[in-house]
């Protein structure tokens, strides 16, 4: 996997979609990022790590090429405004249907 700044993550991630589009599928994850690059030990006592910045790993991939970058969260939040939340359903409605 390669790791990328955030400019050529994004012109990477356009030629995966041009690739892709006519067809073939593109996979996007994202993952909250602390900064460690070692796992934590399941035993012992563990160090408590608090990271300075919230941020995301951003993975791509077609399945073939994969790429990766990461950025911060209020960032990314102050551009995905386009999104739109999801209508949550009440549990009381729920719960007369069933019975």
């Known amino acids: 996997m390669v790791l990328l ?3 050529s993550f994004l012109t990477e991630l356009t030629r995966l979609f041009q690739k892709c589009r006519t067809s073939g599928s593109v996979y996007i994850t994202l993952k909250k990022y602390d900064g460690r690059t070692k796992p934590v030990p399941r035993k012992g006592n563990p160090d408590t790590f608090e990271p300075s910045d919230n ?3 951003l993975r791509a ?6 790429i990766s970058t990461v950025a911060y ?9 386009g999104l739109k939340k999801k209508d949550k359903k009440s ?3 729920k719960t007369k249907a069933t019975q």
């Open 55 to 57: 941020k995301c790993l």
């Open 5 to 7: 700044e955030n400019d």
């Open 91 to 93: 549990k009381s409605k």
């Open 73 to 81: 969260s209020n960032l990314l939040r102050a551009h995905m405004d």
């Open 61 to 66: 991939t077609d399945g073939k090429r994969k």
